[in-house]
């Protein structure tokens, strides 16, 4: 079993910044892959960022190269998503998500993660 709790979501005008914090509990941490989704109001829920279980490999979806790490802390059990230069369309909600199969390779599908946290909203107003 993996618990997840996110925080540091918010309001944020454009071009500013926030950092999204990922508490895990449960297994441990160092033995699963993370990843960060977000799902705007009437779309989907979209992959954002991976990073496998020793924080060498991550993954990022296009529109956000450049802008947003993913970064992890295995001794404080939490992954982060640090978010700068946000732009309107970056506004919702963001979760993070367990990926407990052990693979070191990042994966983009939601049905690929076990668990997930409650999710934080963003809002980036223009």
């Known amino acids: 079993q993996v618990q997840l709790v996110e925080s540091g979501g918010g309001l944020v005008q454009a071009g500013g910044s926030l950092r999204l914090s990922c508490a895990a509990s449960?297994?441990?941490?160092?033995?699963?892959?993370m990843g960060w989704f977000r799902q705007a109001p009437g779309k989907e829920r979209e992959f954002v960022a991976g990073?496998?279980?020793?924080?060498?490999?991550?993954l990022y979806t296009d529109s956000v190269k450049g802008r947003f790490t993913i970064s992890r802390d295995n001794a404080k059990k939490t992954a982060y998503l640090r978010m700068n230069n946000l732009k309107p369309e970056d506004t919702a909600v963001y979760s993070c998500?367990?990926?407990?199969?052990?693979?070191?390779?990042?994966?983009?599908?939601?049905?690929?993660?076990?668990?997930w946290g409650q999710g934080t909203q963003v809002t980036v107003s223009s």
């Open positions: 990073i496998s279980y020793d924080g060498i490999n991550s």
């Open positions: 998500a367990a990926d407990i199969t052990g693979s070191w390779f990042i994966k983009r599908d939601v049905d690929d993660y076990n668990y």
């Open positions: 449960g297994r441990t941490f160092s033995s699963y892959s």
